[in-house]
């Protein structure tokens, strides 16, 4: 099975999700098709190089919130 490609649209729908939940302080796409985002108001800027990286750290952002059964209270 080859992965599809990641879009910009794809991307900017993560973007705006991670936005509204709060996990990204700020985000700006380039006209390259990069992004710049922010975490918190005091945390060092990201690059993410194109659409795949946004989708790459959205996932590491459900990782992080995923509670696995066995570990819930």
Do not use: C, K
Request: glycine share 6%; charged share 25%; no cysteine.
């Amino acid at each position: 099975m080859h992965p599809r490609r990641t879009t910009s649209t794809e991307a900017r729908a993560w973007i705006d999700v991670l936005l509204r939940y709060g996990l990204l302080h700020g985000a700006a796409e380039g006209p390259d098709g990069r992004w710049l985002i922010r975490t918190r108001a005091n945390a060092p800027i990201r690059l993410l190089h194109g659409p795949y990286e946004v989708l790459e750290l959205a996932a590491e952002f459900q990782q992080q919130l995923r509670i696995v059964p066995d570990e819930a209270p």
